[in-house]
């Protein structure tokens, strides 16, 4: 039996808080602030709390399904991270707290710039973009203020594989230069004589994901990376797939100039749905003293062995500035901290061999039953066509659809854009064999089903408590109430559209 919806059980009366006594001067409020036609329901707590739970397990989430979102490392979250940033002096830290008394979340932020510069090789690091597309745009400016002191403003271009993050050609744009797309070749790496023909005096740099977001590594990135500094333009690497080198490659020692991370899918912090995240920045010596600040600093040495440091925040000489109000997203610091304290260095090398040897494992596994245009070995994800020979009327959104029904997240859809129907698949390290066992076992079954009775597809799902929607019509007419549109509206609404 459907619960009525919290609309449908309101009775003038009822109430689902309780307030206390008040032990001040009441004041009427404001007239001009009211709302006559707040329509709001009178429900019971009792309620109100059926209604919020029940509302919460109609949601897929990483505790519950297997999360397979391609580019997204939607991968578990030790519950550990969330006790350590839910400890009082982390949690209960306001940030206009003054340096003295924060020395304790200084101490953290400290040493997670330290450790992240370690991982990667580079020689410092900001913690003050908010998110890794925050951190790609500290990036693009830092390499343009940095020909701009130079004295190369004609330096303006900015190099980006038609395999890129769509959030790097937005950023070149946002930071006021000029993007130029790069092709793949054959094999899914960038065209290296295309780059070469690009290759210029007003090159700026260029940015590319490494792996690449067809899940692939660069064969030829070495070489990538010395055409581009011959003709004295920087290297940015959007390190959101950094998961798959932690502790086996470091990209600075490749040549890279800066890079950002993503905390909070390669140190697993809960993100999805708009955050929350967190995109460090890490530089090479040359463009250390551009860095977002402020960072945190050692002010004062400690006077012995058992004294303590004095931390304290230092904005860089040449810093492009602040990027985000206070010091970054401190809650996903605590988490990324604590992750990389219980692994150790040989477990953050564990979590990337995991990463690579699952998506491996899945896309050897689904090769005969589905086109992969990339099949060579890949990184943390892979990408496949969700398109069948001679069933021209099953998409990609009908596999994602119907992986519904099985009771699996859909992995991401039509990115990236290169590949036809594109499903793009990341199993994660936190999944064992017997869920990549099921979820491949239900993605052959889906492939035979495409087959045999694509109508079944079509129409899924078939099981979940919301089928497909109309999703043009959706954006248009957009519904932010949970009461039901009445029908003359339905019905006007209808007609306009």
């Known amino acids: 039996m459907t619960e009525p919806l919290i609309y449908d059980q309101s009775v003038p009366g009822r109430t689902g808080v309780i307030l206390p006594g008040c032990d001040v001067p009441e004041t009427p409020l ?5 709302r006559d036609d707040l329509d709001l329901p009178e429900v019971s707590e009792l309620q109100v709390i059926r209604h919020f739970v029940r509302l919460s397990q109609l949601n897929m989430a990483i505790d519950t399904n297997f999360y397979p979102l391609g580019s997204c490392t939607m991968k578990y979250n030790p519950k550990i991270n969330e006790d ?5 002096g982390f949690a209960h830290l306001h940030p206009l707290t003054d340096e003295e008394g924060a020395q304790g979340a200084l101490a953290v932020m400290y040493e997670l710039q ?18 890794g597309a925050q951190g790609e745009f500290a990036g693009i400016l830092m390499i343009r203020k940095y020909h701009l002191d130079n004295g190369h403003p004609e330096r303006t271009k900015i190099l980006v594989p038609n395999s890129a993050h769509g959030t790097n050609p937005a950023t070149v744009s946002m930071a006021g230069l000029r993007v130029v797309e790069l092709p793949s070749d054959e094999d899914g790496n960038v065209d290296l ?7 210029d005096e007003t090159v700026a740099g260029m940015m590319i994901t490494v792996p690449s977001t067809l899940g692939l590594y660069e064969r030829q990135i070495l070489d990538v990376i010395q055409a581009v500094h011959d003709c004295g333009g920087l290297m940015y690497m959007d390190g959101a797939n950094m998961n798959s080198q932690l502790g086996i490659v470091k990209p600075a020692e490749l040549g890279f100039d800066v890079m950002h991370y993503n905390l909070h899918k390669t140190f697993s912090t809960p993100h999805g749905g708009g955050g929350p995240g967190s995109g460090p920045v890490a530089v090479t010596e040359k463009l250390a003293p551009y860095l977002p600040g402020p960072i945190v600093t050692i002010v004062e040495e ?11 925040f230092t904005m860089p000489e040449k810093s492009i500035g602040r990027l985000k109000v206070f010091h970054g997203n401190f809650g996903m610091h605590t988490r990324a901290y604590t992750y990389m304290r219980v692994h150790g260095a040989e477990g953050l090398r564990e979590v990337a061999r995991h990463a690579v040897l699952n998506a491996n494992y899945v896309r050897v596994k689904l090769q005969d039953d589905y086109h992969i245009p990339y099949n060579r070995p890949c990184g943390h994800e892979f990408v496949l066509e969700g398109r069948f020979e001679g069933v021209d009327e099953v998409h990609a959104l009908d596999i994602s659809k119907r992986l519904i ?7 991401t859809n039509y990115f990236p854009l290169i590949v036809n129907e594109a499903l793009l698949i990341e199993p994660t390290e936190t999944e064992d064999k017997q869920t990549l066992d099921g979820f491949v076992e239900a993605m052959k079954q889906i492939a035979k089903e495409a087959r045999e009775n694509p109508a079944l597809l079509r129409e899924a799902p078939h099981t979940a408590p919301v089928r497909r929607v109309d999703e043009v019509k959706a954006a248009k007419q957009l519904v932010l109430c949970c009461r039901p549109i009445p029908a003359p509206e339905r019905a006007k609404n209808e007609q306009a559209s």
């Open 302 to 312: 400690p006077k012995d062995e058992n004294d303590a440091p004095l931390y304290g």
């Open 114 to 131: 330290r450790w992240l510069a370690e991982i990667s090789g580079f020689d410092a690091v900001s913690l003050q973009p908010a998110a």
């Open 30 to 34: 404001p007239t001009d602030l009211m």
């Open 193 to 199: 004589e295309a780059l070469r023909r690009e290759c």
């Open 405 to 411: 029904d099985y009771g699996y997240h859909p992995p």
């Open 84 to 88: 350590v940033a839910r400890l009082p």
